[in-house]
């Protein structure tokens, strides 16, 4: 069973930093691609950031450009996303999700996370 597990989601001042983490358990890590993307209260998820199977090529939405990283472990099976700068507007429940054929906006993510919130003050 595919089990995608976010945490490191909470409450931060407007400038402030967070990393959430996805654990992945009960698929071959290294063989997907992984993402992260937010759905903010009353607006359709959106896309964040993706990166490929040997962590060699992150794709990052405009809006999150310069100031979120995402980067994966594969000792650990973990997928991280470190958030600099954070807005009033990365207010959302950000999820993990997998894809094992393609990476970015576009790609085919099959199994999904339960998401992990994070709340940014002004």
């Known amino acids: 069973q595919v089990q995608l597990v976010e945490s490191g989601g909470g409450l931060v001042q407007a400038g402030g930093s967070l990393r959430l983490s996805c654990a992945a358990s009960?698929?071959?890590?290294?063989?997907?691609?992984m993402g992260w993307f937010r759905q903010a209260p009353g607006k359709e998820r959106e896309y964040v950031a993706s990166?490929?199977?040997?962590?060699?090529?992150?794709i990052y939405a405009d809006s999150v450009k310069g100031r979120f990283t995402i980067s994966r472990d594969e000792n650990k099976n973990t997928v991280y996303l470190d958030m600099n700068n954070l807005k009033p507007t990365d207010t959302a429940v950000y999820y993990c999700?997998?894809?094992?054929?393609?990476w970015g906006p576009g790609g085919n993510y099959v199994h999904w996370g339960q998401g992990t919130r994070v709340t940014v003050s002004s």
């Open positions: 990166i490929n199977r040997g962590g060699s090529a992150p």
């Open positions: 009960g698929l071959t890590f290294n063989l997907y691609h």
């Open positions: 999700a997998a894809s094992i054929t393609s």
